[in-house]
């Protein structure tokens, strides 16, 4: 009877113990489960940040300052590999001005040259995606000198151009049309005697252009008319050796 207790004793000692190896096995398990789930997790998010980085540096740089006649870098940042476009509005329609098909550099840079002063238009695109516009401001950088003048288009339609060496505010500006000829095509511009005249902000080294119409005023009896005379900028003239524009009453 005695040895029959024993013998129980001993084997529920051996099941217990069993009970609680397996316990501990299950729980190894587990722990080794969870680290391999977050070595999992970890790794996914470390690639989901790797593709966020790559898309975040996707970037087209335009100089804060571009000088006429000087060639400028411009740069894009974006993977190797990436289709690079830029294009320029030019009479009209976008111009190819650059483009890669596939990047050799995290960065790639390219040179452009404005002949003048003035604000242009580019467009670029990175990868497939569609066209980004943005504007480019070109300066003088070396200053300018002051000039005016003008040219015949023919049929009695004239052109002045004037470029101012410095920036004016209100600058003051007339044009003397003599001998009362008429004049069309200077909108916004008030009239006073034989004068059209209009005040303005200038800007240095950029061009002003106006083109008008001038007919003459042939009621008397000289054999031409004086339809041009002099153009004044706050009360200086600006004519230097320029000859009066003359149209003929015959």
């Known amino acids: ?115 003048n002063a003035g604000a242009y238009q580019l467009r670029y695109k990175i990868g497939s995606g569609g066209f980004t516009e943005v504007p480019v401001t070109v300066v003088n950088c070396g200053g300018c000198e002051e000039s005016f003048n003008y040219v015949s288009n023919g049929g009695g339609s004239y052109t002045f151009t004037y470029i101012p060496a410095e920036d004016m505010t209100d600058a003051e500006l007339v044009f003397t049309f003599a001998q009362g000829s008429y004049v069309s095509g200077l909108v916004g511009w008030s009239t006073l005697g034989v004068t059209m005249q209009k005040t303005m902000n200038l800007t240095a080294c950029i061009a002003y252009t106006w083109t008008v119409l001038l007919t003459p005023n042939c009621n008397g009896n000289s054999s031409q008319s004086n339809l041009w005379t002099d153009f004044k900028v706050n009360n200086v003239s600006k004519k230097n050796t320029l000859t009066n524009i003359v149209a003929s009453c015959n």
């Open 1 to 115: 009877m005695k040895n029959q207790f024993t013998s129980r004793i001993v084997k529920l000692t051996f099941a217990f113990m069993f009970v609680l190896i397996a316990s501990s096995c299950s729980q190894d398990d587990e722990s080794m489960d969870a680290a391999v789930l977050a070595k999992e997790i970890n790794s996914e998010i470390a690639a989901k940040g790797a593709k966020m980085s790559i898309a975040a540096v996707e970037t087209f740089t335009v100089p804060n300052e571009v000088c006429a006649g000087d060639a400028t870098d411009f740069c894009f940042e974006a993977p190797i590999g990436t289709n690079l476009q830029v294009q320029q509005w030019i009479a009209g329609d976008w111009v190819q001005v650059y483009q890669i098909s596939k990047s050799t550099s995290v960065n790639t840079c390219f040179q452009l040259t404005f002949a």
